[in-house]
């Protein structure tokens, strides 16, 4: 018997890989073949498909007791919002439907924080509602956390986990980039706004913690701390060097988005800011995440100390220009 991880070349997924490894777990990952096979996945089981390939899903499944199912698209922009929407539902409930054939004994969901949408004035808890969906990423995860629990009245024990915002080593999405950009000197701006961050290995080891202990159906909010951009990018230039952008005014940063999502409209590129970006940033949705320390036992890292190992990451990865100054 295997545990079996959906979209573990990518980044919460991988890291879930890398420490099921570490615990001395057997490990299969689902990998399309365009996929890159990092160094962090040495030791598990490489299985190629799709979630969209249900032959390739039955395969995957055989012999598997725990699934997570961390598969998904994230994007700030897309192109093609159709495919970020079936790769979300289709695809979730390929997988489900495998894992039910197959006799799949524990499903951990990897949700978000996006499916309680944009709520105002409120700190966000498990039994929160929903506020607005500013986008069609936001609207996938809240389509897909939907159908993922209606599998549970089909006999399958799911188990949701809701991320905030995710950073750590292997960042390449938008706040990584943001990261990036910052220590770089090329980020143009910033706003100010306040919102929930997390350190991807604590948002792995809640997965980990979540499958022997979480019962069927239970939420689990993944958020270490609310914090201002002002005071996380602080940090990280207090830690790497450099100097904080400009802080704009909301208005100046949705108008350059909306300009920059109509140039990547042309070129299909992405956008340095998106819509979608400035809404959830300004909105600064604030999130609780202790149900998941007093349940599962989660001990959430603290940012300084995340950061140091994030940004060490960057660094030794050649993604930095400079070294971060406390590595001297």
């Known amino acids: 018997m295997t545990n079996l991880v959906t979209g573990g070349t990518g980044f919460i997924g991988g890291h879930i890989v890398e420490q099921l490894l570490a615990d001395g777990q057997p490990v299969r990952v689902l990998a399309r073949r365009s996929s890159t096979l990092g160094e962090h996945l040495k030791g598990a089981e490489i299985v190629y498909g799709d979630v969209l390939d249900k032959d390739s899903l039955a395969q995957a499944m055989k012999g598997v007791h725990t699934l997570y199912h961390a598969a998904a698209q994230f994007e700030v922009w897309t192109a093609d919002p159709q495919l970020m929407l079936e790769t979300a539902n289709q695809g979730t409930r390929n997988v489900l439907d495998a894992a039910l054939a197959a006799g799949v004994r524990k499903v951990l969901h990897t949700s978000s924080g996006a499916v309680f949408g944009l709520p105002r004035n409120q700190t966000v808890t498990e039994a929160s509602g929903t506020g607005p969906l500013p986008d069609v990423y936001y609207r996938s995860k809240q389509e897909s956390e939907a159908l993922a629990r209606s599998y549970i009245a089909k006999g399958?024990?799911?188990?949701?986990?809701?991320?905030?915002?995710?950073?750590?080593?292997?960042?390449?999405?938008?706040?990584?980039?943001?990261?990036?950009?910052?220590?770089?000197?090329?980020?143009?701006?910033?706003?100010?706004?306040?919102?929930?961050?997390?350190?991807?290995?604590?948002?792995?080891?809640?997965?980990?913690?979540?499958?022997?202990?979480?019962?069927?159906?239970?939420?689990?909010?993944?958020?270490?701390?609310?914090?201002?951009?002002?005071?996380?990018?602080?940090?990280?230039?207090?830690?790497?060097?450099?100097?904080?952008?400009?802080?704009?005014?909301?208005?100046?940063?949705?108008?350059?988005?909306?300009?920059?999502?109509?140039?990547?409209?042309?070129?299909?590129?992405?956008?340095?800011?998106?819509?979608?970006?400035?809404?959830?940033?300004?909105?600064?949705?604030?999130?609780?995440?202790?149900?998941?320390?007093?349940?599962?036992?989660?001990?959430?890292?603290?940012?300084?100390?995340?950061?140091?190992?994030?940004?060490?990451?960057?660094?030794?990865?050649?993604?930095?220009?400079?070294?971060?100054?406390?590595?001297?």
């Open 156 to 328: 399958l024990d799911v188990v949701f986990l809701n991320p905030s915002n995710v950073y750590g080593p292997r960042d390449t999405k938008p706040l990584g980039r943001s990261i990036v950009a910052l220590l770089n000197g090329t980020l143009p701006s910033a706003w100010h706004a306040t919102f929930a961050i997390v350190y991807v290995v604590d948002v792995a080891r809640a997965h980990i913690l979540a499958a022997t202990k979480a019962a069927a159906g239970e939420r689990y909010i993944l958020a270490e701390q609310n914090i201002g951009y002002k005071d996380f990018f602080g940090k990280m230039v207090a830690l790497g060097g450099g100097k904080l952008p400009p802080f704009l005014p909301g208005p100046m940063i949705h108008a350059t988005a909306i300009l920059m999502e109509g140039v990547s409209g042309l070129t299909g590129k992405l956008p340095m800011v998106s819509v979608m970006q400035y809404k959830s940033g300004t909105q600064g949705t604030l999130f609780d995440g202790s149900k998941a320390q007093r349940e599962l036992g989660l001990a959430y890292t603290p940012v300084d100390e995340a950061l140091r190992t994030t940004l060490a990451w960057y660094w030794q990865n050649g993604e930095l220009k400079r070294k971060p100054r406390f590595l001297d």
